[in-house]
């Protein structure tokens, strides 16, 4: 059962998407880490003083972020990578800065599908990355098309349960 197991990870490593989504996952992981201990601040904060954004304000900010990440497949990968961190760096900080009931209530539901879908979007890309310089062709990320809907469609669905829900769980509004 064991030796099952273990060659079951390793095909799903050697896969090149699974080991783009690895190397996504750890730099949003090392980068939050980095912004937590960069952080000096300890913020108090009342649901008094919140004012939570509209849909179209979170929709832009999430599709503008979702664009960078997937465009970053014509930089080789550069600029996904830099955006990742950019990212991994924001939600490290901001966790340090807030009480962590707070944090949970405030982020989680609608960080899994919203991290979800940035993180299928920027393995794509890196994937894409690695056919561009293979193929030389820009347009080869119509290829993966279908993991750029999926991930779009889990970045609506995040972008509705921060509108909706998140002030709700946050604050009990």
């Not at 009931?101 to 940035?118: D, G, N, Q, Y």
């Amino acid at each position: 059962m064991g030796w099952d197991m273990l060659l079951l990870q390793k095909e799903w490593i050697r896969s090149p998407f699974h080991r783009f989504f690895v190397i996504v996952m750890t730099v949003i992981v090392l980068t939050s880490l980095f912004g937590y201990l960069l952080n000096p601040f300890e913020i108090e904060f009342t649901c008094k003083e919140a004012i939570w954004p509209g849909i179209s304000s979170i929709l832009l900010r999430n599709i503008a972020v979702f664009s960078l990440l997937l465009v970053g497949y014509l930089t080789y990968g550069i600029l996904t990578l830099t955006i990742l961190g950019l990212n991994g760096f924001l939600l490290g900080y901001f966790l340090k800065g807030h009480p962590f009931s707070l944090v949970i209530r405030a982020t989680f539901p609608h960080a899994i599908p919203e991290l979800i879908s940035f993180m299928l979007i920027s393995a794509t890309a890196l994937q894409a990355s690695i056919d561009l310089r293979n193929n030389s062709d820009p347009l080869i990320i119509i290829k993966y098309k279908n993991k750029i809907v999926i991930s779009f469609i889990l970045l609506l669905i995040a972008a509705l349960i921060e509108w909706k829900l998140t002030p709700i769980i946050s604050c009990g509004w």
